[in-house]
């Protein structure tokens, strides 16, 4: 059973990514599922990956990936949710960009019947993500307070949903004035993110930060009595799918600390997560892919480009053009 990886073998620009034949193990343990891969979702802890800045990354060289959706090809003799046929989205441990996965069953979802194959690979990674931010950490309420820095990404587009069910009150940011009308359509209010600092916009009761950096501070003194600022990215270290010593180096140092006794003196709170951690946890996974079964919410498709066109992708979501989800199609 042979299919195609697409591999981080050197650290650098979207023109290393590299193809090869993949070759996976015949055998099957009783709760393993396969496969067949028609789209894989694209993050932006791919590019940071690709760039070797995460963390927690497999040495090179090995596939990136964190979620797919296709058809279940094998299943072993233990499965019982899924059978020859189906059609699934997963999350992956990495190997995500692969035209076939082998996973245990728990990491697989069957596709709600109104989504189509694309919209299963834009779903596992963002909603997890932004559940975990919203529901776990947050407990948003209705009359809420909330910003979204990252409004216009995958991970963006669930957030404004669930806050719209939960009855919040609702700023999304956007780098491009021709974006705001696609936040507004969530039932948000949009700014650009030069508009919001010019702002007095503040007493926000949980803030969402994927920027990192000198913004931690500025958006720390925004937050209301009791709110909560949640970071899950250093973008700020990274431009147009390019880092240097110099511009992590300065991220990292305008990254504020936060002493215990400055926290409960401010009345405030600030942390961060890595949805990674919750992909390695059967039972956290299985409690929220139970919700994400319940949902009603759903991704945006920005663009899904052909697996050869991979650089393309990686550079289209670089280039912050994108509009919600972006995807590598392994089925043209």
């Known amino acids: 059973m042979n ?30 599922v396969v496969v067949d891969v028609h789209y894989s979702g694209i993050n932006f802890a791919d590019i940071v990956m690709r760039l070797g800045m995460y963390q927690d990354a497999p040495p090179k060289p090995f596939v990136p990936g964190y979620e797919v959706s296709g058809v279940v090809s094998r299943v072993g003799v233990g499965v019982t949710r899924f059978k020859v046929g189906d059609k699934v989205m997963a999350g992956t441990r990495f190997g995500g960009y692969s035209s076939v996965v082998k996973l245990p069953e728990w990491q697989v979802l069957p596709l709600p019947e109104n989504f189509s194959l694309a919209e299963g690979a834009a779903t596992p990674v963002n909603y997890i993500t932004a559940h975990i931010a919203l529901h776990e950490f947050a407990r948003i309420r209705k009359g809420d307070r909330v910003l979204i820095d990252c409004a216009t990404g995958g991970v963006g587009v669930f957030c404004l949903q669930m806050c719209q069910a939960a009855g919040a009150e609702v700023i999304g940011l956007t780098s491009s004035e021709n974006k705001k009308e696609f936040i507004e359509s969530y039932g948000a209010k949009a700014m650009t993110h030069e508009e919001f ?8 009761y949980f803030i969402l930060n994927s920027t990192g950096g000198k913004t931690l501070k500025l958006l720390y003194n925004r937050l209301t009595k009791s709110g909560q600022l949640l970071c899950i990215g250093l973008q700020q270290a990274i431009t147009q799918g ?39 946890d059967e039972v956290w996974m299985k409690k929220i892919l139970v919700k994400l079964e319940q949902s009603e919410i759903r991704p945006h498709v920005d663009k899904a480009f052909s697996s050869r066109d991979i650089v393309q992708a990686h550079k289209y979501l670089e280039s912050k053009k994108a509009k919600g989800k972006v995807l590598i199609s392994w089925r043209e």
């Open 197 to 204: 600092w010019k702002s007095d916009e503040k007493d926000f």
């Open 3 to 32: 299919g195609l990886s697409i591999e981080i073998t050197s650290y650098g620009k979207a023109e290393l990514l590299s193809f090869k034949e993949q070759i996976i193990d015949e055998s099957l343990a009783a709760d393993e």
């Open 242 to 280: 390019k880092s240097s010593p110099f511009s992590i180096v300065k991220a990292l140092l305008q990254t504020p600390w936060y002493p215990i006794l400055k926290l409960m003196m401010g009345s405030k709170s600030v942390g961060g997560f890595n949805a990674l951690k919750f992909f390695d």
